[in-house]
């Protein structure tokens, strides 16, 4: 399959030919290019940069619908408008929060209590999302890629048609089209008052004024991390989580991330079903909820309620049935093989949208810049999925790579495998005296032979930091032994992975003592 589209684009060229037409009194653009992305995301643009770079002409169609609340933002797709970027951002002010309230043991005079003021930082961190997505567009000038601000959909296999909210239309031709829409945040719309009293997190980094006493509803790490920096600037914050918490992700790293926030503020309610929104006269919102575990209905009042119930792709306004594009009738995301081709063979998928891929952006990037390479110039290599580190930036970080405990234990056995472990105290934490209960590192590792590494989960500072320089040594296979010859820098979190030696095998105590 990718084979006929590298022979199909070489055949394809570089040739671009333009004409204007009308139909029923609106322009209509024809235009002819060697690739079209659907999506201004990051993997879009990486794949839609790529090509350009190689010479190639390339066009890209981005449109946002406006959220429910009528939230709007730029190109740049979800992690630079409404993820990565204004979370970590928003992240960063809370451990800021939390360094000010360690400060008086190191000998700072601090007035207290310090005030947050949401405005300001609302203010500057949608002032920074603004100068990215004019980047994004001052780069696709610059690479000569043609921007369409519209909402795209199939007309054919190689056409597609642009439309504007005031009904300018654009109507395009290519060769090679990719299809990286991402995907928004699910509304529960069969709980009275979701929609029209609630919002995502579409919503929540673009807020003027600050949401007040919240209540985020879902155990995702959407909803984690957002409750985490709310609970972190001083708000009143409550997490409805109906089942587990960080589904997919090792469970006891998720239940050492939920003490934490408890132990710092945040209130939860386990086992817990909303069953309806109330808009009261104060505009004030009265939630009721169903507690699974007791049977009870229970009440409460918020200012803002915040659902984080998972994401759906955007595939509906694409028209992909009618150019033949198979997607999983159940999650909605579209089908891809290992090349990112889809069922018709010229049209392909990267990002958050296709079945069975990471939702991270740099796995939706990498893809793109090796989609362009083998499509333009006659490059191979695929997008390796396996080993994919990432980080969930709660109030304490909780990075990992490669395979949880329980994923391990299902593949190998659980007498296959050995779990090296420790509980740490960062060093920054001493004299601020700060619990460092559950701060942890786990690695799982084969037991036969070499001991092979399966996973690494840390939670601590800095997890990312942390755990990015530790991936490379898991792409690389990676050994215990090889891990234990490698020198740790003194005194960090991150050399507690080089002295692990205590197995949950033997029973022993795996808190660390000493420096």
Request: hydrophobic share 40%; glycine share 10%.
């Amino acid at each position: 399959m990718a084979a006929l589209c590298l022979s199909s684009a070489r055949r394809w060229g570089a040739a671009v030919t333009r004409s204007r037409g009308t139909r029923g009194g609106v322009t209509a653009t024809h235009d002819e290019y060697d690739l079209l992305v659907i999506g201004g995301g990051s993997g879009g643009l990486a794949c839609a940069k790529e090509a350009a770079k190689l010479g190639k002409v390339v066009a890209v169609f981005d449109y946002v619908d406006p959220s429910p609340r009528g939230t709007k933002w730029g190109i740049g797709g979800t992690c630079v408008n409404v993820g990565c970027i204004p979370k970590k951002l928003m992240h960063q002010a809370a451990l800021l929060g939390g360094a000010l309230k360690d400060a008086p043991r190191y000998g700072w005079n601090i007035p207290h209590p310090a005030q947050h003021d949401w405005s300001t930082m609302a203010q500057a961190v949608q002032n920074y999302v603004k100068s990215l997505n004019w980047g994004h567009r001052v780069q696709l000038k610059d690479k000569k890629v043609t921007y369409f601000n519209m909402k795209a959909s199939f007309l054919d296999e190689n056409t597609v048609r642009g439309l504007t909210k005031a009904g300018k239309e654009a109507v395009v031709t290519a060769r090679n089209i990719v299809i990286a829409t991402g995907g928004r945040p699910k509304y529960p719309t069969h709980i009275p008052g979701a929609v029209e009293n609630g919002i995502t997190s579409d919503d929540l980094f673009w807020l003027k004024s600050s949401p007040g006493k919240t209540l985020v509803v879902g155990g995702s790490y959407v909803s984690l991390e957002c409750a985490g920096f709310l609970s972190g600037i001083g708000l009143d914050t409550t997490a409805m989580v109906r089942s587990i918490p960080l589904r997919g992700f090792d469970q006891q790293m998720a239940a050492l991330v939920t003490d934490y926030m408890a132990s710092y503020g945040t209130r939860f309610l386990w086992k817990c079903t909303p069953s309806g929104v109330e808009k009261l006269q104060n505009d004030k919102l009265r939630v009721t909820w169903k507690n699974t575990h007791s049977g009870k209905e229970e009440m409460d009042v918020f200012d803002t309620v915040m659902w984080a119930v998972g994401r759906a792709p955007e595939t509906k306004h694409l028209n992909l049935e009618k150019v033949g594009v198979r997607i999983n009738s159940d999650t909605g995301k579209i089908i891809v093989d290992a090349s990112e081709a889809t069922s018709v063979p010229h049209i392909f998928a990267i990002g958050d949208i296709t079945e069975g891929r990471p939702e991270l952006t740099p796995t939706a990037i990498a893809a793109g810049k090796l989609l362009a390479l083998r499509l333009f110039d006659n490059a191979t290599e695929l997008m390796d999925y396996d080993n994919v580190p990432t980080t969930v930036f709660t109030p304490l970080e909780y990075g990992c790579v490669g395979m949880s405990e329980e994923a391990a234990a299902e593949r190998y056995g659980e007498d296959a495998i050995e779990v090296f472990h420790a509980f740490y105290k960062p060093l920054e934490f001493t004299v601020a005296e700060r619990d460092a209960a559950q701060c942890y590192i786990k690695m799982i590792c084969l037991r036969e032979k070499d001991q092979r590494l399966l996973g690494l989960h840390f939670t601590g500072p800095n997890a990312g930091e942390v755990i990015q320089g530790f991936a490379l040594g898991m792409k690389c296979g990676a050994t215990y032994p090889q891990l234990m010859r490698t020198v740790g820098i003194h005194p960090t979190s991150a050399e507690e992975v080089t002295k692990l030696h205590i197995t949950k095998r033997s029973g022993l105590d795996p808190t660390v003592t000493g420096c």
